[in-house]
């Protein structure tokens, strides 16, 4: 009970941080020489979430702690078509990296993905905010260099 209140609360400071963060520095509330500190803290944070995120992911890609054969067993009762398969059916298992996929061929020739669809759909937006918060915040260092009249 407790790990599901702290997970809660972990992903909503997630939420409203980036978006308050983002409403301060679209309405002006940010004063024009901390605009470069303040988006270097949304792209670390952006950078952070993605790297939380494929970690997630890479734990039901590649398994440390169990057998592949019981995790593509598990995987295949949690799916919408039960089909029972016994651990030694087991064919192969396809992995790639980006995106994230790991599926286990059985011997007759049905496949269970592993990883979860929301892994990979979260870490494009996560990756672009990251890179467009780094590129913003070059820009703003820029443009206070120019201001400031350093070249």
Same mark, same amino acid.
């Given at each position: 009970?407790?790990?599901?209140?702290?997970?809660?609360?972990?992903?909503?400071?997630?939420?409203?941080?980036?978006?308050?963060?983002?409403?301060?520095?679209?309405?002006?509330?940010?004063?024009?020489?901390?605009?470069?500190?303040?988006?270097?803290?949304?792209?670390?944070?952006?950078?952070?979430?993605?790297?939380?995120?494929?970690?997630?992911?890479?734990?039901?890609?590649?398994?440390?702690?169990?057998?592949?054969? !019981?995790?593509?067993?598990?995987? =295949?009762? =949690?799916?919408?078509?039960?089909?029972?398969?016994?651990?030694?059916?087991?064919?192969?298992?396809?992995?790639?990296?980006?995106?994230?996929?790991?599926?286990?061929?059985?011997?007759?020739? =049905?496949? =269970?993905?592993?990883?979860?669809?929301?892994?990979?759909?979260?870490? #494009?937006?996560?990756?672009?905010?990251?890179?467009?918060?780094?590129? #913003?915040?070059?820009?703003?260092?820029?443009?206070? !260099?120019?201001?400031?009249?350093?070249?």
């Amino acid at each position: 009970m407790f790990a599901w209140i702290l997970i809660t609360t972990l992903a909503l400071a997630a939420v409203v941080y980036p978006v308050k963060r983002i409403h301060a520095l679209a309405t002006g509330r940010v004063a024009p020489g901390d605009r470069p500190r303040a988006f270097a803290g949304l792209s670390g944070f952006f950078l952070l979430a993605t790297a939380a995120v494929y970690l997630w992911g890479l734990l039901f890609a590649c398994p440390v702690l169990l057998d592949m054969s !019981r995790k593509c067993s598990d995987a =295949t009762r =949690t799916s919408a078509e039960v089909v029972e398969h016994r651990p030694d059916d087991l064919r192969r298992v396809e992995r790639r990296y980006l995106p994230l996929k790991s599926r286990c061929v059985w011997s007759d020739g =049905t496949t =269970t993905d592993t990883v979860p669809g929301y892994i990979n759909a979260a870490l #494009l937006p996560l990756a672009t905010g990251s890179l467009a918060s780094a590129f #913003l915040c070059g820009q703003a260092l820029l443009k206070q !260099r120019t201001r400031e009249g350093i070249s």
